[in-house]
């Protein structure tokens, strides 16, 4: 019995004095193309923007509650599509600094066979969890709704995962020019792009190419560029796409697990280590990158999902996304060990403990300086 389902039913024996609702807004870009009003396959020249509200019910009867483990229920309305003016006029709107805490913006890019609700409610999640308070964007690209399509048995999930990898190739001039347009209101120093899986791949290809974007960026580099388990291939990132990364953001920084069985499947479909799969210091000791390995790192949502889920997605991973809204808040990485919030592996990779902790420790006080210098 799911989390969700245990929530609902103690909400309904209860009433709502243990609980408390909290409504958030997300986002979204996207190139997926629309059939009678629908999004069902297929890509667009174009880009359309809109928002969605999300309403979430959370306990509030314990003692003491840790946003980066507790369970929550979600519903979520139908989105909003708005013209790009509008679009952008909102979120900027939405983007106070001082009602921010320096959050800055944050664009999430979604991996492979994530349908388009399915792509809001993850980027929704995430910010949810990391009590994020900065304007949230998901770039929802084309992609499968499910991990598996129908050719021939031998293929089940490699030709969903070969057609996701083109449309994601594809989809790259429509990832930069929502950066660009996001850029466009926003300077550069106080947006995050974060790429998961697939999306890694989509984002990374985008930024190394040449384009005005990246002459832009290396002119006036991201607050940071966060790669979550990023289906690349680790030769490849390492001699290719990672030194093209550096100019373009002031922190880069992978998280990588060992545990992820979807990168597994990856590696035998293309014959090659993953950059996300755990202990990426030995293949990537070289590189600029901060790298963060989260194999021994809790997940949310209790004992019996965390046995059979594929230790994938990024909207469940507390202890790498308590990390990650530290990057995005201006922690310097160097507070992970000083705080004992990590055991060092090398110069620039560390393992975090397994329980993220609740609220900020010592070291977070160095990472509101410097928030309040990204925001000025």
């Excluded at 289906?231 to 545990?259: E, H, K, Q």
């Excluded at 019996?304 to 310097?332: C, K, Q, W």
């Excluded at 609220?359 to 928030?371: L, T, W």
């Amino acid at each position: 019995m799911g989390v969700h389902l245990l929530l609902a039913l103690a909400v309904a024996l209860h009433g709502d004095t243990r609980t408390t609702t909290v409504t958030d807004t997300t986002w979204y870009i996207t190139n997926r193309a629309r059939t009678a009003g629908k999004f069902v396959g297929g890509r667009t020249d174009t880009l359309e923007y809109g928002y969605v509200i999300v309403r979430y019910r959370e306990r509030t009867d314990r003692a003491v509650a840790n946003p980066w483990v507790e369970g929550f229920a979600r519903s979520m309305d139908e989105p909003v599509r708005l013209t790009r003016e509008e679009f952008l006029v909102r979120v900027v709107q939405s983007s106070n600094p001082r009602e921010a805490r320096g959050d800055g913006l944050v664009l999430y890019t979604h991996g492979f066979a994530t349908s388009f609700g399915r792509a809001l409610a993850q980027g929704s999640d995430i910010a949810h969890r990391g009590r994020h308070h900065g304007p949230f964007v998901v770039f929802a690209w084309p992609a499968h709704v499910a991990f598996a399509s129908f050719p021939r048995p031998s293929a089940l999930i490699s030709k969903a995962y070969r057609d996701d990898s083109i449309s994601a190739a594809a989809s790259e001039p429509a990832f930069r020019g929502a950066v660009a347009d996001l850029l466009s209101i926003m300077p550069a120093q106080r947006l995050t792009v974060v790429a998961h899986s697939l999306g890694a791949q989509l984002a990374s290809e985008a930024l190394m190419a040449p384009s005005a974007l990246r002459d832009t960026l290396k002119r006036a580099p991201l607050h940071a560029l966060i790669l979550f388990a990023p289906d690349i291939s680790a030769a490849r990132f390492r001699d290719l796409l990672g030194p093209a990364l550096v100019p373009l953001a002031n922190r880069r920084v992978l998280y990588a697990s060992g545990a992820d069985r979807l990168l597994t499947v990856s590696r035998l479909i293309n014959h090659a280590p993953r950059a996300g799969q755990g202990r990426s210091e030995q293949l990537l000791a070289a590189s600029e990158i901060e790298i963060v390995d989260v194999t021994d790192g809790r997940r949310a949502q209790g004992i019996i999902r965390n046995l059979f889920e594929p230790h994938h997605s990024m909207r469940y991973a507390s202890t790498a996304l308590r990390d990650f809204f530290g990057v995005v808040r201006g922690t310097p990485g160097d507070c992970r060990a000083s705080d004992g919030l990590a055991a060092r592996i090398s110069d620039r990779s560390w393992r975090p403990a397994a329980i993220p902790p609740a609220a900020d420790v010592a070291c977070a006080a160095a990472g509101a300086a410097i928030r309040a210098a990204r925001h000025e």
